[in-house]
């Protein structure tokens, strides 16, 4: 089994951008896909996220996905940021023993 | 509208049983998983395990395995998580989410969430 490890938490002012890494412990980044999800304080989940890179329909262009193999890490890119992106986001993929993995999640605090 | 409808908040003792539900509709149930997530008191999401209601293909996480149930009833598009004896550390909120594949794109509707609170 792998572990994704991102970081606790970050903060940036609003219109800047911030970036969030999920880093893949053992095993490719890129053998298996990667999505992001959104949770707002009090609410369940909602992707912003799938597939490394694909961003579901209503979900702003400001989001963006990435994968890096030489770091073995997926990221969540935010620009233009907005207070309402204050919330947790998890890195979420898949391990070949048919397990799904999350990452510990990352307070993104816009101030 | 695609929508996960899950149960309502439980209240339980320790050594209780419990089974919570997940309500499909608006799309085929028979065709997507069905995963389920836990998130402990100001804690992260942890995934538990996930059920194929089309043949009732189901798989846990080890950390859950043993310890939960998770079923389907197809006929009435519901998915369910259950408890044989509660502990006070199965204190959370659960939530119940869609996948279209087992590895595709993760989960794209969630429900809104279950509280469970055990308590002597």
Not at chain 1, 7 to 35: D, F, L, M
Not at chain 2, 62 to 91: E, M
Request: with cysteine; net charge neutral; hydrophobic share 30%.
């Amino acid at each position: 089994n792998f572990m994704l490890t991102q970081p606790h938490s970050v903060s940036e002012s609003p219109g800047k951008t911030v970036t969030i890494s999920c880093t893949r412990s053992s095993g490719s980044i890129a053998s298996n896909y990667v999505q992001w999800y959104q949770q707002r304080p009090g609410s369940a989940p909602t992707t912003v996220i799938y597939e490394d890179n694909q961003r579901p329909s209503g979900v702003p262009d400001r989001f963006s996905g990435s994968i890096d193999s030489s770091s073995n890490s997926a990221s969540l890119t935010i620009s233009g940021l907005k207070t309402e992106d204050e919330a947790d986001y998890y890195c979420q993929s898949y391990d070949s023993s048919n397990l799904w993995v999350f990452g510990g999640g990352t307070k993104l605090t816009v101030l | 509208e695609v929508q996960l409808v899950q149960s309502g908040a439980e209240v339980k003792k320790p050594g209780e049983s419990l089974k919570i539900s997940c309500k499909g509709s608006g799309y085929s149930f028979t065709s997507y998983w069905i995963g389920w997530v836990r998130q402990m008191p100001g804690k992260g999401l942890e995934w538990m395990g996930i059920i194929y209601p089309g043949d009732s293909d189901t798989r846990y996480s080890p950390s859950f395995q043993g310890q939960v149930t998770i079923s389907a009833d197809k006929s009435i598009s519901t998915a369910y998580l259950q408890w044989s004896s509660l502990k006070a550390s199965d204190t959370a909120m659960y939530y119940c989410a869609r996948a279209d594949s087992f590895y595709g794109s993760g989960m794209d509707v969630w429900g809104k969430g279950t509280t469970v609170t055990v308590s002597s």
